[in-house]
Nanobody
């Protein structure tokens, strides 16, 4: 059982900064891809940033140059530093992790509960 717990969401003014952190706990063999998604009402959940076990990163075009994703292997966490926030960044942000519970099975996608980020103009 893997639990993903997000923290760091809240309020910010346009141009401000926030850092989101997702901590994985429970029993698992390995964390593969770690990512952040976001969703606003009546819209599809969208990919924001991802990071591989080799620290390769990928970002949505809308956040390139402003957001930075990184992972800390010794803490089983993935974080995303969000700078120069814009009102359109307002959304519920979800942590996603592809989890290997054992080396004998395929990885499964796990999701956190989500954390609200609200950016005011």
């Amino acid at each position: 059982q893997v639990r993903l717990t997000e923290s760091g969401g809240g309020f910010a003014h346009a141009g401000g900064d926030l850092k989101l952190t997702c901590a994985a706990s429970g029993k698992f063999f390995r964390l593969n891809l770690l990512a952040w998604y976001r969703q606003v009402p009546d819209k599809q959940r969208e990919f924001v940033a991802g990071i591989t076990p080799l620290n390769d990163t990928r970002y949505a075009d809308s956040v390139k140059g402003r957001f930075t994703i990184f992972r800390e292997y010794n803490k089983n966490t993935v974080s995303m530093q969000m700078n120069s926030l814009r009102s359109e960044d307002t959304a519920v942000y979800y942590c996603a992790a592809d989890v290997l519970k054992s080396p004998l099975v395929a990885a499964t996608r796990n999701w956190g509960q989500g954390t609200q980020v609200t950016v005011s103009s």
